[in-house]
């Protein structure tokens, strides 16, 4: 039987990238996938995907910043699949590349609408689905950004990744008991769109420890083990898959 066998899982960001390769992990594994981004073709490719392989998955496009797709997300979960068992709050974007007195009001608030309060509003909805199935594992995608390390013109970014850690440890002081486990997974440099050209990419590889990138699916085989029973007593945690990032600064 697989790791995941009748799970119903949400996965954010889940039409490119670290969310692409959680949600076709999370799949193979059993999981039935309530998809979500931004773009409904990229997301149904993904599903596609999913389902050429036999797998279950339905697609919700929406921004994670409303309240209102985090409602629909929880539905689809429940409505089609029967509930809610594991969400990988993965959604999220850069912001401004800049030096922080030039980061206007409006940048930085949508900078924090984007990868600190679509958690916050994805949690809403998630914890009382999960409750109603005796427990559950929330991910939060974060970053080593503001957490071991500051890059330069990123700190709207790092503020809002790192502050990530805060509701981890908010929800496990209130919900650990009851089942669910929420924790926060931090990787490193990623070969994915966002890391930019090669030589963005050759650079923060050497950041590294291991004096490379990651590909998505190393980051998706972390978020696994978040989402599954081999941590079943894992709660309030940042599980570095950062190739020794933090190790080193």
Do not use: C
Request: hydrophobic share 50%; aromatic share 4%; charged share 15%.
């Amino acid at each position: 039987m697989s790791m995941l066998q009748d799970k119903v899982a949400i996965v954010t960001g889940a039409s490119a990238g670290i969310g692409r390769a959680v949600a076709l992990l999370l799949a193979e594994q059993g999981a039935a996938i309530v998809l979500n981004a931004r773009g409904q073709a990229g997301l149904d490719a993904v599903a596609a995907t999913i389902q050429a392989s036999g797998g279950k998955a339905h697609a919700v496009a929406g921004d994670v910043g409303r309240e209102v797709t985090h409602e629909a997300l929880v539905a689809a979960a429940t409505e089609r699949f029967g509930g809610l068992d594991i969400a990988i709050n993965n959604a999220g974007m850069v912001g401004p590349i800049l030096p922080l007195a030039e980061v206007t009001v409006a940048d930085w608030q949508e900078t924090l609408a984007a990868n600190l309060t679509s958690a916050f509003l994805a949690s809403r909805h998630q914890i009382p689905a999960m409750l109603a199935r005796g427990g559950g594992s929330i991910v939060f995608t974060s970053t080593f950004v503001g957490t071991s390390v500051g890059i330069p013109g990123m700190s709207a970014y790092g503020t809002a990744k790192a502050a990530l850690m805060g509701l981890v440890k908010g929800i496990t002081a209130d919900y650990a008991s009851r089942g669910i486990r929420a924790n926060a997974l931090l990787p490193g440099g990623v070969d994915t769109a966002m890391a930019g050209d090669q030589a963005q990419k050759d650079w923060a590889a050497g950041l590294h420890a291991l004096k490379r990138i990651a590909q998505p699916e190393e980051i998706a085989q972390a978020a696994l083990f978040l989402a599954g029973p081999m941590s079943s007593f894992v709660a309030g945690s940042a599980l570095y898959a950062d190739g020794g990032n933090a190790a080193v600064k």
